[in-house]
Protein backbone atom coordinates (compact mmCIF):
# COMPACT_ATOMS: atom_id res chain seq x y z
CA UNK A 1 0.00 0.00 0.00
CA UNK A 2 1.00 3.46 -0.57
CA UNK A 3 -0.25 6.51 1.39
CA UNK A 4 0.00 10.17 -0.51
CA UNK A 5 -0.62 13.26 1.69
CA UNK A 6 -2.95 15.68 0.39
CA UNK A 7 -2.09 18.57 1.21
CA UNK A 8 -0.29 21.96 0.31
CA UNK A 9 0.97 22.97 3.66
CA UNK A 10 5.09 22.71 4.09
CA UNK A 11 5.48 21.83 7.49
CA UNK A 12 2.84 19.16 7.77
CA UNK A 13 4.48 17.72 4.56
CA UNK A 14 7.79 17.77 6.15
CA UNK A 15 6.39 16.43 9.28
CA UNK A 16 5.02 13.39 7.50
CA UNK A 17 7.54 13.16 5.51
CA UNK A 18 10.00 12.93 8.38
CA UNK A 19 7.90 9.98 9.65
CA UNK A 20 8.53 8.28 6.34
CA UNK A 21 4.83 7.50 5.87
CA UNK A 22 3.98 8.90 2.47
CA UNK A 23 5.12 7.79 -0.73
CA UNK A 24 4.40 11.58 -2.34
CA UNK A 25 1.60 14.18 -2.21
CA UNK A 26 -1.06 15.05 -4.19
CA UNK A 27 -2.58 18.48 -4.05
CA UNK A 28 -4.18 21.15 -6.47
CA UNK A 29 -4.47 24.79 -6.76
CA UNK A 30 -7.51 24.83 -4.54
CA UNK A 31 -5.57 23.90 -1.78
CA UNK A 32 -2.64 25.64 -2.23
CA UNK A 33 -4.75 28.86 -2.74
CA UNK A 34 -5.84 28.33 1.05
CA UNK A 35 -2.41 27.94 2.41
CA UNK A 36 -2.40 31.17 0.35
CA UNK A 37 1.04 30.44 -1.71
CA UNK A 38 1.66 30.55 -5.65
CA UNK A 39 1.20 26.83 -6.97
CA UNK A 40 4.46 26.34 -9.20
CA UNK A 41 6.48 28.01 -6.09
CA UNK A 42 4.41 25.79 -3.54
CA UNK A 43 4.87 22.87 -5.97
CA UNK A 44 8.68 23.39 -6.16
CA UNK A 45 9.07 23.18 -2.37
CA UNK A 46 7.33 19.83 -2.07
CA UNK A 47 9.13 18.55 -4.79
CA UNK A 48 12.57 19.76 -2.57
CA UNK A 49 11.05 17.88 -0.17
CA UNK A 50 9.03 14.80 -0.91
CA UNK A 51 11.41 12.31 -2.83
CA UNK A 52 8.04 10.60 -4.56
CA UNK A 53 5.47 11.00 -6.87
CA UNK A 54 4.10 14.71 -6.14
CA UNK A 55 0.56 15.34 -8.19
CA UNK A 56 -0.34 18.67 -9.21
CA UNK A 57 -3.74 19.42 -11.02
CA UNK A 58 -4.82 21.86 -14.09
CA UNK A 59 -7.00 24.71 -13.05
CA UNK A 60 -8.42 24.91 -16.73
CA UNK A 61 -11.49 24.75 -18.12
CA UNK A 62 -10.52 23.78 -22.00
CA UNK A 63 -9.09 21.16 -23.53
CA UNK A 64 -6.44 23.60 -24.96
CA UNK A 65 -5.17 25.36 -21.46
CA UNK A 66 -5.52 21.73 -19.85
CA UNK A 67 -2.55 20.71 -22.44
CA UNK A 68 -0.85 23.94 -22.01
CA UNK A 69 -1.14 23.96 -18.05
CA UNK A 70 -0.37 20.09 -17.93
CA UNK A 71 3.08 20.15 -19.92
CA UNK A 72 4.00 23.39 -17.46
CA UNK A 73 2.60 21.63 -14.63
CA UNK A 74 5.25 18.56 -16.22
CA UNK A 75 8.25 20.01 -16.70
CA UNK A 76 8.47 21.45 -12.64
CA UNK A 77 9.58 18.53 -11.30
CA UNK A 78 10.54 14.87 -12.66
CA UNK A 79 8.30 13.41 -10.04
CA UNK A 80 5.12 15.11 -11.49
CA UNK A 81 2.06 13.84 -12.05
CA UNK A 82 -0.70 15.96 -13.56
CA UNK A 83 -4.21 15.61 -12.63
CA UNK A 84 -6.99 17.07 -15.54
Same mark, same amino acid.
Given at each position: MKLFLDSANIE #?? +? @? &? *?? =?GIIC %?? /? /? *????? &???? +?? =? +? #? /?IKEIASIVDGAISGEVN??? &?? %??? +? #? %? @???AAIHKNMIVKI
Open positions: #EI +K @R &A *NE =F %GV /T /T *NPSII &AKEG +KD =F +K #E /TSDD &AE %GMI +K #E %G @REI
